[in-house]
């Protein structure tokens, strides 16, 4: 399935976070491709990574590396669509991360919009950590550039 689908985060997707422990471990270290740094949220769940991109896209794949013991181990994802002339987020699917420290792909049921989604909310419901903490090392999704 690899062949055909891209990176759907490039400079020009604007993200947002829900909350962040300190600067250093802001949102900008979720997509810098650097295993040296992370964003890391504040104590509470939920929190959420929301992703808006540049162009209509059809998401196909989310890989997350969490740090083991601060994993998002049930998050949701929710598309922004439009019901009578008003944006609103409706849930999609959800995905069930292990607590461990390495990357985990995971593939995306069929989606339902043939226009694509201009923004993409992932939510972590559930926390490995007591105090429901999360930190991402990395964020990658992939898929198709939605047809105009």
Request: aromatic letters at 10%; glycine letters at 8%; charged letters at 20%.
């Amino acid at each position: 399935m690899s062949g055909d689908l891209t990176s759907l985060i490039t400079p020009d997707t604007t993200i947002k976070v829900s909350s962040t422990l300190d600067k250093s471990v802001g949102k900008k270290y979720l997509v810098d491709n650097n295993p040296e740094t992370c964003w890391t949220s504040q104590p509470g769940l939920p929190q959420h990574v929301q992703l808006t991109f540049a162009e209509r896209v059809i998401p196909k794949r989310i890989l997350l590396t969490f740090q083991g013991g601060f994993v998002g181990t049930q998050c949701s994802l929710h598309v922004e669509s439009e019901t009578e002339g008003k944006k609103v987020w409706r849930h999609w699917t959800s995905i069930y991360p292990e607590d461990v420290n390495r990357r985990q792909a995971f593939d995306l049921p069929p989606f339902d919009l043939d226009t694509g989604t201009g923004s993409l909310k992932l939510v972590f419901e559930q926390s490995s950590d007591f105090f429901g903490r999360i930190t991402v090392y990395d964020l990658k999704m992939e898929g198709t550039i939605a047809a105009t």
